[in-house]
């Protein structure tokens, strides 16, 4: 199992960016996706899911109506498209699935002027 994430940088604050998860050695079509966050310190937060065939999508409070979570089966690939963004969405982004599985490198966010 892999996931690979990618899309992160530095960004100003109302700025957008577009992360991309590539995931492999799993059926990806028959699995619930997610992205979380995890800043220094803290405990790894859930940020938003999706289900298998892309039907249902939760967000947690902090970032609905700004960010939007999607998936392609035909690539093994989920995004998050993350717009307004703010200096509290800094911080390292992994995917995964539900149940999670060994996570992968991340990729960092980092919002400021």
């Known amino acids: 199992v892999q996931f690979v994430e990618s899309g992160g940088g530095l960004v100003q604050p109302g700025g957008s960016l577009r992360l991309s998860c590539a995931a492999s050695?799993?059926?990806?079509?028959?699995?619930?996706m997610r992205w979380y966050r995890q800043a220094p310190g803290k405990e790894r937060e859930l940020v938003a899911y999706?289900?298998?065939?892309?039907?249902?999508?939760y967000y947690v409070d902090s970032v609905k109506g700004r960010f939007t979570i999607s998936r392609d089966n035909s690539k093994n690939a989920m995004y998050l498209l993350m717009t307004s963004l703010k200096a509290e969405d800094t911080t390292m982004y992994y995917c995964?699935?539900?149940?999670?599985?060994?996570w992968g490198q991340g990729t960092q966010i980092t919002v400021s002027s």
């Open positions: 995964n699935t539900w149940p999670t599985r060994s």
């Open positions: 050695g799993f059926p990806f079509v028959t699995y619930e």
């Open positions: 999706i289900s298998n065939l892309g039907s249902y999508t």
